[in-house]
């Protein structure tokens, strides 16, 4: 844009200098000239800029709503982590004595209704896979504990504890890492925008 502003601006110059105005009929036509030229100018740039500022909005706009989706994602895988983390804590071996590792229904179905609540929203092809893949999560925490009951852990056994970490853990720590990472390029591409 600003190549073909020069551009216009050289060749007036350039027809000023070849053909100066002779006299006060021929300066008028000259003014009139640039007058127009600087009008067709401000003409097709107007409309460029006001196109691009409207770009940017929708831009902001867009990224902006996606950091807030990402964020509320965020938060409940988040805490489905935390709440898988601390089944994988309370199932861990004991040294002597048997213990029971607890099942939490009351919270599991907390854990549920918040995944439903962004099932709601549009929140995305990616967000719809996470929260997909949180609720199966959840689905086989149930398996892994029949009957909503706590599990008997025998001295020095760990069985229940590895397989929280080899069924669910990496399922869950994907979601949370793949959300976070969204987080950040969401927040990148605000700053940028914001910059500009």
Not at 79 to 84: G, L, P
Not at 125 to 136: T, Y
Not at 143 to 157: E, F
Not at 173 to 194: F, G, M, P, S
């Amino acid at each position: 844009m600003l190549f073909g502003a020069g551009l216009l601006g050289g060749v007036v110059v350039g027809w000023f200098v070849r053909f100066p105005p002779s006299d006060s009929a021929s300066a008028a036509s000259w003014v009139q000239a640039i007058g127009a030229a600087v009008g067709i100018g401000v003409a097709i740039y107007i409309p460029f800029r006001q196109r691009r500022e409207d770009q940017c909005l929708r831009q902001l706009e867009y990224w902006s709503r996606r950091a807030e989706i990402e964020y509320r994602i965020g938060i409940v895988t988040d805490d489905v982590m935390a709440y898988v983390d601390r089944l994988i804590d309370e199932a861990g071996p004991v040294n002597t004595g048997i213990k029971l590792a607890a099942y939490y229904p009351t919270l599991h179905q907390q854990h549920l209704d918040r995944i439903a609540a962004l099932e709601v929203h549009d929140i995305g092809i990616s967000g719809h896979d996470r929260v997909k893949a949180m609720r199966e999560v959840l689905t086989d925490l149930r398996t892994i504990y029949p009957l909503h009951m706590p599990i008997q852990i025998d001295p020095n056994n760990s069985d229940l504890q590895r397989r929280l970490e080899v069924e669910i853990t990496p399922r869950a720590r994907a979601c949370a890492e793949a959300t976070q990472n969204n987080i950040q390029q969401a927040r990148a591409k605000l700053d940028v925008l914001e910059q500009q």
